[in-house]
């Protein structure tokens, strides 16, 4: 089981914070994982309507899209963060 954290907007859109999921052996990265959690349901359709945009963190570490999720704990999705 891998558990998946939602941030801002993001947790919003879902309705819920937090979840624990049995990721499908074919979601190897984290853009497979974004486009996944994308068919899942109307929630999460208008969560990740853009999921490039979308920012993640694998066990408390940001990733690039490409990453392997292999074997991770916890996997958080951001929106994407201004600032100064």
């Keep these: 089981m891998t558990k998946l ?3 801002a907007w993001v ?3 879902i309705g ?3 979840e624990d999921v049995e990721l499908p ?3 190897k990265t984290v853009r497979e994982l974004l486009l996944w959690l ?3 349901g109307e929630e999460f359709e208008s969560a990740l309507q853009h999921p490039e ?3 993640v963190a694998i066990n408390q570490e940001h990733v690039d ?3 392997l ?4 704990r916890e996997i958080a999705l951001f929106p994407p963060m201004t600032g100064g």
């Design 53 to 55: 945009v979308i920012r």
């Design 16 to 18: 819920k914070a937090e």
């Design 69 to 72: 999720i292999g074997g991770a």
């Design 5 to 7: 954290i939602y941030f």
């Design 65 to 67: 899209h490409r990453e």
């Design 11 to 13: 947790r919003e859109r």
């Design 38 to 40: 994308k068919s899942r």
């Design 25 to 27: 052996a074919d979601v």
